[in-house]
């Protein structure tokens, strides 16, 4: 194709959309160049700024044209940087919306399902808060719907595995569960797609929605397939095994499996974590209880939120002998509630009071009083849901501004160079609400006391200290409600 010449129209509209200094791509071989250029930022450069704005023209480009080996070629380039170097393209909006533009052109059929595969992956693996942020507000609140029939009319599994992935990643259980309800209705244009890996995730699949049953029937060659040597499969007979009726809970080994699950790949953390969470679940209903809590707010340690105990159990509750505890006489099934990624155990007030009564003389274990954290460390974070920092964080180094070069706040706007008293505000009012209200204190407080901390940093730095006091001035009148200890300066 030759060089593309756009009217002053049209290149005043992109220039609305995308910035008075985007310069558009004019040609193929402009395209090559600049997509060179990409690849070789990816392979070194830390600059994610000009990757994203790199990526920006590329992706308008591609958009343009609808030019389909270019979009390939695009999209398998930006899931290389994505595995490689920790470059995600959904830490910028405009580049998660440009994503979903794409998948709203029909390309070549032999070509499509590749191409939306690939720019399935690099919306799914959003990994930290401001990629999670882009996802629910670009792709969760505006643009699933227009996408969901393109993607869905391929009947490729293996982009129907992303789909699902989707719905898990935006939290959206109702269209997940009628993803996958529709997925069996046209299994027969499925079935002969499985392949070990394909089958391994959509067993995985299937266990989070307790579909297991199904899948054995619409799966032509399940029994072989079950079969298989990947450690993904073994793990999932071995989870399976031990759920079963006649199963037992090797608690220390499921936990070390689970350590090593954590570390595979080909699975996203939102993946991992909800597969962590039902088997936690099946732990929680499978291990005899010993202890359990009144569901009151003022029961909950300080770091829970009574909305969020709100997983439903069947459990398995002791009933013990005496007052000390100590000799089981019996276990009585119960319904109960949890955190999901905890394994405290709560027990409404009314039907706690029923199954004392009814289970008189033995006795029930309730914890009285309020603990100040979780039973299970000392962050009030389960050890069952740890996972390893993934984001690129630079050499640590501060900017101009005091902060971090990498930040979550610089992320969002945040900096006292070149921004007035009400620009900051504005910026830290939708930073609250992302970040936390903790997390944000205390990287504003970290700055002062690290300025402070230089050589004649007080008089050096006034300006920057007296603003950013003034800031955290404001945001604890506002905000603090002492839940944690606020930080000095």
């Not at 193929?28 to 690849?39: P, Q, Y």
């Not at 997925?183 to 391994?200: G, I, M, P, R, S």
Request: hydrophobic residues 35%.
């Amino acid at each position: 194709m030759g060089e593309i010449v756009l009217s002053t129209v049209e290149l005043q509209e992109l220039k609305d959309k995308y910035g008075k200094y985007f310069e558009p791509i004019k040609s193929d071989s402009e395209f090559l160049k600049i997509h060179a250029k990409l690849d070789r930022i990816g392979a070194g450069d830390k600059n994610t700024a000009e990757f994203h704005n790199i990526a920006q023209r590329l992706l308008e480009y591609v958009h343009r044209t609808e030019n389909g080996k270019q979009a390939l070629l695009l999209t398998k380039t930006l899931n290389e940087i994505r595995v490689r170097n920790k470059f995600f393209l959904t830490n910028n909006a405009t580049n998660v919306d440009q994503l979903c533009d794409l998948i709203l052109i029909q390309f070549k059929h032999s070509l499509k399902p590749k191409i939306y595969y690939n720019i399935m992956k690099l919306l799914n693996y959003c990994e930290g808060w401001l990629g999670n942020f882009n996802i629910n507000s670009v792709v969760g609140r505006r643009r699933i719907d227009d996408l969901e029939g393109n993607i869905f009319e391929c009947f490729n599994l293996k982009l129907s595995l992303e789909h699902l992935h989707t719905y898990l990643v935006l939290g959206q259980e109702d269209e997940l569960r009628k993803l996958y309800l529709d997925l069996e209705v046209e299994w027969d244009k499925l079935d002969h797609q499985v392949n070990e890996k394909t089958f391994e995730k959509f067993l995985w699949y299937s266990f989070i929605l307790d579909k297991e049953k199904g899948i054995q029937e619409h799966i032509t060659h399940y029994k072989s397939l079950i079969k298989s040597n990947r450690w993904g499969v073994k793990f999932y007979r071995y989870v399976t095994k031990t759920f079963s009726e006649n199963g037992s809970l090797n608690k220390e080994k499921m936990q070390k499996l689970i350590k090593r699950f954590k570390k595979m790949k080909g699975y996203s953390i939102a993946e991992k974590e909800r597969i962590i969470i039902k088997i936690l679940k099946k732990i929680k209903e499978k291990q005899v209880t010993n202890e359990v809590e009144r569901l009151v707010s003022y029961h909950l340690p300080k770091d829970v939120k009574l909305k969020d105990v709100n997983q439903e159990l069947n459990i398995n509750l002791a009933v013990y002998e005496n007052k000390e505890m100590k000799n089981i006489l019996r276990t009585i099934s119960v319904e109960a509630i949890s955190h999901p990624k905890r394994e405290d155990i709560y027990i409404n007030r009314r039907v706690l009071k029923r199954i004392i009564e009814e289970n008189a003389p033995g006795y029930i274990h309730v914890l009285e009083g309020r603990r100040s954290t979780s039973k299970e460390n000392a962050d009030g974070e389960s050890d069952w849901f740890v996972w390893p920092s993934t984001e690129i964080t630079g050499d640590g180094e501060n900017d101009a501004n005091g902060l971090k070069k990498k930040s979550e706040l610089i992320k969002i706007g945040y900096q006292i160079t070149g921004k007035t008293r009400e620009q900051r505000w504005r910026i830290l009012q939708r930073a609250v609400p992302v970040i936390g209200l903790k997390k944000v204190a205390y990287t504003i407080a970290g700055n002062v006391k690290l300025r402070k901390g230089q050589k004649n940093g007080v008089n050096k730095f006034s300006y920057a200290i007296s603003e950013w006091e003034h800031d955290l001035a404001k945001l604890k009148k506002v905000y603090y409600k002492k839940d944690f200890n606020w930080p000095s300066t």
